[in-house]
């Protein structure tokens, strides 16, 4: 590259470029993300042509339903819609440590040992490293190659040359343009390292993942349009310290978003955890008071989950509200209508809200499950273990209607259940109900009649 020595600022955010270093970014309004880098000369690099230029008529497309490649984790191809596409990217990204580089290469051992060709490029670990870890995952097939290199100029060639039906990229941040003279990971070098790639999957229909890193603010390292390139961005959630992770879709063009799998960190690598709501309720105490089960939606898939709520008499003049996995604010404006509505004095209480195993929820269809778990703590008294509930609350203490109800009735019955407090308004719509008792309620006073 002809180096100007011209420098110019960008927003690691969203990309925004400037000639001056600016405090706000005008295109995002973050503060404080502008950083310098050196200006690039412009078609320092010949474009290929990529896609064929000639315009078709829209009925001559071939509408056939895309092949997928099988990634040998049922859970993982359902988020993805169904199997990886040919000439997907597909960006991965996740705190360190959460087990990406774990689940990349046992989708490669899936997908070798399949009849696959594949090329696992990391510029983050040696191969003895990738070969450690690999074997705690038990055979290989030699069809899964590795390749330890950061040039995304080495790579392209090696890729071009071997032509392999799938390439993971570990990491994003690692691997650099060597006509870009800023720093890999910076935010040029990032977006035309995607750019390049996104050239590699489409032009030669390979499918390819990329790993991406995960700032503090839990955002994929490097400007927001990284995201916007790809096809299909998944997220790897879960608490370090929890043996659970979740693979959730935030953007698919392939695809349904909001999808979740669910994965179990081993001994032996990643395991698919193929009914949830059983694992989510594992240990559920059987007769404690301020526990209640409810079940969520996550994409289309409903999963059961226990929400365990705490109230204490305060030793302070005001109480303090403690909540895990789901919205602070959310439990003090439900503790506010509780106060309002059904007339309990909440405000000499401490109160805290647990959602167990875990998982992080803000769907309003828990509202209901959270005025149930906070009024059964209070008034000590214990819902049965075989009940479940969902619903909306509104201010008024009114219970709203939620959608997907028969799914997650049907999900409840599936784990024995036996009894359901919804919204009264869903009853009607429920057809297949037997051996499960429907209460329908119209506001939070009945629910708390109930308890
Ligand atoms: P890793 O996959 O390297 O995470 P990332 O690439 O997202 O940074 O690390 C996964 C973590 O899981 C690591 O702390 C070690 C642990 N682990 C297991 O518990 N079992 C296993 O079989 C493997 C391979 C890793
Ligand atoms: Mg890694």
């Known amino acids: 590259m002809a ?8 927003c690691r955010e969203c990309g925004y470029e400037s000639s001056k270093w600016l405090g706000q970014c005008p295109g995002c309004r973050e503060v404080g993300t502008f950083v310098e880098e050196p200006v690039r000369e412009k078609n320092s690099r010949l474009k290929k042509p990529l896609w064929d230029s000639q315009p078709v008529t829209i009925n001559e497309v ?3 339903d895309e092949e997928r490649i099988s990634t040998g984790f049922c859970e993982l191809d359902r988020v993805l819609g169904g199997g990886v596409v040919p000439g997907g990217l597909i960006l991965v990204g996740g705190d360190p440590g959460i087990g990406k580089s774990t689940l990349l290469l046992q989708v490669c051992r899936n997908m070798s040992n399949d009849g696959k060709n594949i090329i696992y490029i990391s ?3 040696s191969l003895k490293q990738i070969k450690l870890r690999a074997n705690r995952m038990g055979q290989f097939s030699d069809r899964l190659q590795l390749l330890s290199e950061t040039s995304l100029d080495v790579i392209e060639s090696v890729v071009e040359k071997l032509k392999p039906d799938a390439v993971v990229i570990d990491s994003i941040q690692t691997v650099f343009r060597e006509d870009i003279s800023s720093a890999p990971g910076s935010v040029s070098q990032v977006r035309e390292s995607t750019n390049t790639l996104m050239q590699m999957a489409k032009g030669s229909a390979i499918p390819i993942f990329i790993v991406g890193h995960v700032t503090k603010e839990g955002v994929v390292a490097g400007p927001r349009v990284l995201e916007h390139m790809v096809d299909t961005v998944l997220y790897f959630e879960g608490d370090r310290h929890a043996a659970y992770r979740i693979i959730r879709t935030v953007k ?3 695809g349904a978003t909001n999808e979740i799998g669910v994965f179990e960190m081993r001994e032996d690598g990643l395991q698919q955890v193929l009914n949830p709501s059983e694992f989510m309720l594992e240990g ?3 007769d404690a008071s301020g526990s209640v089960v409810s079940c969520l939606m996550e994409g289309t898939r409903p999963i059961l989950v226990e929400i365990q709520a705490l ?3 305060t030793n302070f003049g005001i109480p303090r509200r403690t909540s895990v996995g789901t919205d602070y604010n959310r439990v003090n404006l439900l503790m506010a209508v509780i106060e309002k509505r059904v007339g309990i004095q909440m405000s000499d209480y401490d109160a805290y809200v647990n959602v167990a195993g875990g998982m992080k929820i803000n769907e309003p269809a828990m509202d209901l499950a959270l005025v149930m778990a906070l009024i059964g703590s209070y008034k000590n008294r214990v819902i049965d273990a075989d009940t479940i509930v969902f619903g909306e609350v509104g201010l008024a203490g009114e219970v709203r209607a939620v959608s997907q109800v028969e799914q997650r009735v049907l999900e409840a019955k599936k784990l024995g259940f036996k009894r359901c407090i919804l ?8 057809q297949k109900a037997d051996g499960i008792l429907l209460e329908g309620v119209n506001n939070i006073k009945e629910a708390a009649d109930i308890i």
């Open 3 to 10: 180096k100007t020595g011209k420098t110019v600022f960008f």
């Open 62 to 64: 071939s509408a056939k």
């Open 123 to 125: 510029g983050e670990e």
């Open 252 to 254: 698919n063009r392939f």
């Open 284 to 286: 559920r105490p059987e």
């Open 311 to 313: 109230i204490t008499h």
């Open 423 to 430: 919204p009264a308004v869903c009853v009607k719509n429920i």
